[in-house]
């Protein structure tokens, strides 16, 4: 069982930035691929980033490539989302997710447990 949260949501401008952790407890943190998502309201929850294990791979939306850097500090137990040139449309809460695929994916379905999430408001 691995237990999730997620911190550093917040209200920010159009342009600024925020860094998202997702603090880890429960079985081993390095086993484990990371992800995060994101659901709008009245929208369905869509992928964002994910890392692998090692941190050494990862992969993002095309919706925020450039902007957003996901990392991962597995003696903190740790996994961040550094959010750059943040946009009105990014506003959503941010779930974090761990998956026994070392590697994680961009799908929902292959996680298996997610955090309570954060909200990010993003105004112009």
């Known amino acids: 069982q691995v237990h999730l949260v997620e911190s550093g949501g917040g209200l920010v401008q159009a342009g600024g930035s925020l860094r998202l952790s997702c603090a880890a407890s429960?079985?081993?943190?390095?086993?484990?691929?990371m992800g995060w998502f994101r659901q709008a309201p009245g929208k369905e929850r869509e992928f964002v980033s994910r890392i692998s294990w090692s941190g050494s791979s990862t992969l993002y939306a095309d919706s925020v490539k450039g902007r957003f850097t996901i990392s991962r500090d597995n003696a903190k137990n740790t996994v961040y989302l550094q959010m750059n040139s943040l946009k009105p449309e990014d506003t959503a809460v941010y779930y974090c997710?761990?998956?026994?695929?070392?590697?994680?994916?961009?799908?929902?379905?292959?996680?298996?447990?997610w955090g309570q999430g954060t909200q990010v408001t993003v105004s112009s």
């Open positions: 429960g079985r081993t943190f390095s086993a484990y691929g």
């Open positions: 997710a761990a998956s026994e695929d070392k590697y994680g994916s961009r799908f929902r379905s292959t996680y298996d447990y």
